[in-house]
DNA sequence: CGCATTGTTGAGAGCTGTCAAACAGCGTGG
DNA sequence: CCACGCTGTTTGACAGCTCTCAACAATGCG
């Protein structure tokens, strides 16, 4: 295979913070995984609304198999390293490979509890519980040590990879009511911050008990 | 193949509305196909907040394959009816049958998207709007004859699956803010109701209107 | 017909949004 | 090196929407 026909099969893709991936409407052409960085998938309103209604981290596809695109914008949250697959070999190797099948309806699946557990926050929680709820989601997907269990006295400090914007359309809130939860649990003890990207969590079991009620 | 032995392959099971279908915990040892009927899938937090993640029609699966299942409560809305079949067999067949695994492919997908289009409502639609994207949305699925596109000047009428508690319960509201948008909509015309069920809209358009806006 | 359940309506409080201003970080250019 | 302006974040004051609490009406059932 010549290196041009391996290049339209597979190639690398970068993008920096901020860079549309997806429109949405149109299929790319190719289903890609993310190597490094996180993406976010989000809905826009004609009157210029926008919620973000999915975060895909490193491991995780973007795009959809089946020629038919998913309905949502794909945009770099930070700067993002694709490993593209054409889509048509793509859709080859899922028919050759049960294993790849398995592993796409499993990540198909694992996205669809994700995005209904996300539900309940936006539809239930408090805006404290769900700036403490992002933070705890970005601590146990970025913790240099990933420490899924928020154990007790456990410190953790990692970088977010949102804005203040984008915090606030994935909680369905505005940036002042985040940036003010935010300061709260800065008050509170509960996280400490260097430079409004870098937190620092001294324990992760207290930001989870702020994530489902207030105690603490 | 004798009749008990076929009626562990797959059998029927009647709901009544209410019925729980599935507690989100153990593999029921089934998956199913609802004939008819409606099924809410719904997360409870321990504090008693409550919060629908996804609702079920005729022709949709409920339950999941792989043996694990999601972690959702399964709940009857309205009385349903389902064809049940063996984990077992159902992955038997998912193996020798491609199709049957491709409609599940695809059907996990549209619940995906699905999904996150009603993260946009649950996040960004004020009450008013929720409310008749509630009604909009039944109005696609219920409507004796199919009108997908809302369509000016057709007139429709069905039967309310939901309570106005479980009303709330999807949108992320309290059942007399629910309450009290239905009564605005009926003040401004938009819909007629009989009964607390029974709801009637006389042009589709407008309520796709206030469901994204509030003109008309 | 009486009762329990479900839905509606009202009054007031609280949380989050809106509008506005101050502040911080950072690259540019003097 | 420092002044400057741009962008993003924080903080404040206030309004408005939705929740809470309460009473009442309607529906369904024995």
Excluded at 42 to 60: C, H, N, S, Y
Excluded at 75 to 102: I, K, P, Q, Y
Excluded at 165 to 184: D, F, H, P, W
Aim: charged fraction near 25%; include cysteine.
């Amino acid at each position: 295979m010549s290196d041009a026909a391996l290049t339209r099969l597979v190639h690398r893709r970068r993008a920096p913070a901020g860079n549309l991936i997806l429109d949405g409407e149109q299929d790319p052409g190719w289903i890609a995984v993310i190597l490094s960085g996180v993406v976010k998938l989000l809905k826009t309103a004609a009157d210029g609304r926008r919620q973000i209604v999915g975060l895909q981290f490193p491991g995780q596809f973007v795009g959809r198999p089946g020629g038919k695109p998913s309905p949502f914008l794909a945009e770099a949250a930070s700067d993002v390293d694709l490993c593209c697959f054409a889509g048509s070999s793509f859709e080859t190797a899922m028919r050759e490979n049960r294993d790849l099948e398995h592993v796409v309806m499993h990540q198909t699946l694992e996205e669809l509890d994700v995005a209904r557990e996300w539900m309940f926050v936006l539809g239930r929680k408090t805006a404290q519980e769900k700036v403490a709820s992002l933070l705890l989601l970005m601590a146990h997907h970025l913790a240099p040590e990933p420490a899924d269990v928020p154990s007790a006295g456990k410190a953790i400090e990692f970088e977010l990879p949102l804005s203040r914007t984008e915090m606030a359309e994935y909680l369905g809130l505005t940036i002042e009511t985040v940036s003010r939860q935010i300061s709260n649990l800065k008050a509170h003890g509960v996280i400490s911050i260097r430079g409004a990207r870098v937190v620092s969590v001294p324990d992760l079991a207290a930001l989870a008990d702020w994530s489902e009620n207030n105690k603490s």
